[in-house]
């Protein structure tokens, strides 16, 4: 049973720490996200770890995680002295779904694609020179590919991000390239930017991307971008698995496919289709 409060003192809080009052102040609201982020990217912290994540003294994140637990911002798991994302932040966060359509609208076809190509099916977001991922349909295999929603990807080595970067003026993406770098994480990772460009221009060309094992050795992403009102690109679908499944010569029946099922968002929000 999970629960706000505990009267021993073990690995969730600090020994002889009572009540004491949040800290009013930008900074203190700027330490509670921190934490808020390094706790959205695990399953379970202990206080301790917590402080060394955050480079937060104990005493500090004790504070504000008392005043998010307060709000259900955060919970704690009394039998292990865990904490975790609380109930009141998923709400909250269910508030860039309602704006963002993509994330609900897409589901469907995020489903189809699923099963027809058994591989895992995924929507992204372009957010801070970033892919962020939003939603995603899991396949039913046992060895599959697997994003946390929120999770963060650099553009350059991941499906979506070319996808979306084809679609941005030149100028822009030089601009990306100048702030973001382009880091490598494989063999494979494009680390040059006229590869890139010239990566894009086929992206472009043929309406679909492949990360071909460039941000994780052994795994494959395929995506298309999904495009708004205006004829913008403002997200991706992509489907990802082991590059063992999705061979080369699948990988060029499926990158229509996965277009296709782009397209099919795209109209679903109201969206409009660039001539290609």
Known sequence: MKTARTTRAARGRPRGSGAEAPAASVQALDRA????????????????????????????????????????????DEQDQTWTIGVEAFRVGQAFHRRFKVATMGRPMMRELMEATGETANIGIFEGGDVVFISQVESAEPIRAFFRAGERRHAHASGIGKALLAEMPRERV???????????????????AERLRADLDEIRRRGWSLDDEERSRGMRCIAAPIFDENGEAIAGLSISGPADRLEPERVDRLGPMVRRAADAVTRAIGGRLPER
């Open 33 to 76: 996200l921190r934490l808020l982020e390094v706790l959205a990217g695990a399953d379970g912290m202990t206080l301790t770890a917590l402080a060394h994540a955050s480079g937060l003294a104990t005493s500090t994140v004790h504070r504000l995680l008392a005043t998010l637990a307060a709000h259900g911002f955060v919970e704690i």
């Open 174 to 192: 030089d601009r990306i390239i100048r702030d973001k770098g382009l880091p490598h994480f494989t063999d494979a990772t494009i680390t040059d």
